[in-house]
């Protein structure tokens, strides 16, 4: 059986759909457990950040458990995820041999889905449901799927990785070479910076750079795996 992986693009009107093409600056991304949902919206213009927390405050989203944010982010945790109600893309995923990887992204009134597809009679069957909401879609990518399934299961490097730049990788792959992160650690900043022949604040700042980004890309699993029942996180974690 050849697996797969299409990136599908679908466009139809809720909140987000609609928030995203009034503000084109913002990106909405949704992890979900089948438990909770994890929300993040990211707004790029800072000033288009006060007009849209606005009317996320106005819209009061429902069974909400907890909120942050900073200049630029928002986080909503909910309690009940959205996924399986009625018509939703994800619930219809569900019934078929289609595998939907999250996190779903909206953006400009579009929300991707990177999906893994089992059986290509399935995938025309998800197709076929999309028509007849008269939801416009389409196919952005559709590929044999040559990666592990399990990663796309669980976390993949697209997740974690892709917002770091190479001097980014560099600098944590270069720490980690010297035992920065060793308990007690082997070697410090500033002697590491030393034997690589770079500034030590630019060093320094590629790192702190580096591990901002890869902790901000694992916080909505963390918050989806401490929400989870505990006799369920067996069959969470990250093998």
């Not at 059986?119 to 990666?147: A, C, S, T």
């Not at 592990?148 to 730049?165: I, Y």
């Amino acid at each position: 059986m050849t697996l797969h992986e299409v990136v599908l693009k679908v466009t139809f009107s809720s909140f987000f759909t609609d928030l995203t093409r009034r503000f084109p600056s913002a990106k909405v991304f949704i992890w979900c457990n089948r438990q909770n949902d994890v929300i993040e919206l990211v707004v790029n213009k800072p000033d288009e950040y006060p007009l849209v927390v606005e009317e996320m405050r106005k819209t009061k989203i429902s069974n909400v458990i907890e909120e942050s944010a900073d200049e630029h982010r928002l986080y909503f945790i909910v309690h009940r995820c959205n996924c399986m109600l009625r018509n939703t893309i994800v619930r219809h995923i569900g019934t078929l041999d289609v595998l939907n990887v999250f996190p779903n992204m909206i953006e400009d009134g579009w929300v991707y889905h990177r999906l893994i597809v089992f059986r290509h009679e399935h995938f025309e069957e998800l197709l076929r449901r999309l028509e007849k909401w008269d939801w416009n879609y389409r196919i952005m990518r559709k590929v044999p799927f040559d990666g592990f399934l399990a990663s796309s299961l669980t976390l993949t490097a697209d997740a974690l990785f892709s917002g770091l730049t190479e001097k980014q990788l560099s600098a944590m792959l270069t720490a980690f070479r010297y035992g920065y992160y060793n308990l007690p650690r082997s070697m410090d900043l500033q002697s590491i910076a030393a034997k690589e022949q770079v500034p030590r604040t630019t060093f320094q700042e590629h790192l702190k750079k580096a591990e901002n980004k890869l902790v901000t890309a694992l916080v909505p699993y963390v918050h989806l795996f401490s929400l989870a029942p505990t006799d369920r996180r067996s069959t969470l974690r990250i093998k």
